[in-house]
Every structure is written in structure tokens, then in C-alpha cells.
């Protein structure tokens, strides 16, 4: 079993900034891709952004490419998401989920562990 905890959310205006942060516990996180996706009301959540266990590769939804930036320090047990230019759209509560299978890293069925959620919101 892997417990994961979010945190880093808040309140920033638009063009600001905020980092995420993942913990993870209970087991070696490093074995594990790592997620981020989001849920604005009334929306289904998506995928935002994903690193796999080795940190060798990353991926992005085009909403957020170039201006969010994922990352993780396995010695921590932690994967980050770094958001810059933030804007009224990013307004979610962002998950990170963590998988060891071979799913596409944005399929959200593909994930094993969950966290429960950090608020984002950003004024206009």
C-alpha cells in the first residue's frame, strides 16, 4: 500500500505561481510512475501532467505545456508540480496518483493510489 498527501495548494492571482507537493509513504514511491491530474466543479478530472519512476521522461497536457513542470525526488519519496502563470482555468482540486503498470500515463483508470486532493484557485 502506498498513502499519498498533497499539499502546496492556495489562492494566487492570475500569473502567479505555486508548487504541489506529493508525499508518499508506506512504499518505495521511486518504483511508481507519478500523476497529477485535476477537478474543476462540474468537470470529469483530468490529466495534467505524469513522470515516470526513473524521472527519464515527462508529460503534459497541452493546457498547462510550457508553463507547468513535474518532477520528483525519489530519495524524498516525493513528486512535484511546479505551476507558473497560473490562470483562472488552472481553478481545480489537483490529485497525484502513483502506478506501476504499463497503461498510458494519461488514463486515469491506470492508477493504483490516490491522494485526496489539494485546492487550487486562482483569481482573475
Known amino acids: 500500500q502506498v498513502q499519498l498527501v498533497e499539499s502546496g495548494g492556495g489562492l494566487v492571482q492570475a500569473g502567479g505561481s505555486l508548487r504541489l507537493s506529493c508525499a508518499a509513504s508506506?512504499?518505495?514511491?521511486?518504483?511508481?510512475?507519478g500523476g497529477w491530474f485535476r477537478q474543476a466543479p462540474g468537470k470529469e478530472r483530468e490529466f495534467v501532467a505524469a513522470?515516470?519512476?526513473?524521472?527519464?521522461?515527462?508529460y503534459y497536457a497541452d493546457s498547462v505545456k510550457g508553463r507547468f513542470t513535474i518532477s520528483r525526488d525519489n530519495a524524498k519519496n516525493t513528486v512535484y508540480l511546479q505551476m507558473n502563470s497560473l490562470k483562472p482555468e488552472d481553478t481545480a482540486v489537483y490529485y497525484c496518483?502513483?502506478?506501476?503498470?504499463?497503461?498510458?500515463?494519461?488514463?486515469?483508470?491506470?492508477?493504483?493510489?490516490w491522494g485526496q486532493g489539494t485546492q487550487v484557485t486562482v483569481s482573475s
Open positions: 496518483a502513483g502506478k506501476t503498470n504499463e497503461d498510458p500515463v494519461e488514463r486515469l483508470g491506470g492508477y493504483d493510489y
Open positions: 513522470i515516470l519512476w526513473s524521472g527519464d521522461s515527462t
Open positions: 508506506g512504499r518505495t514511491f521511486s518504483w511508481y510512475d
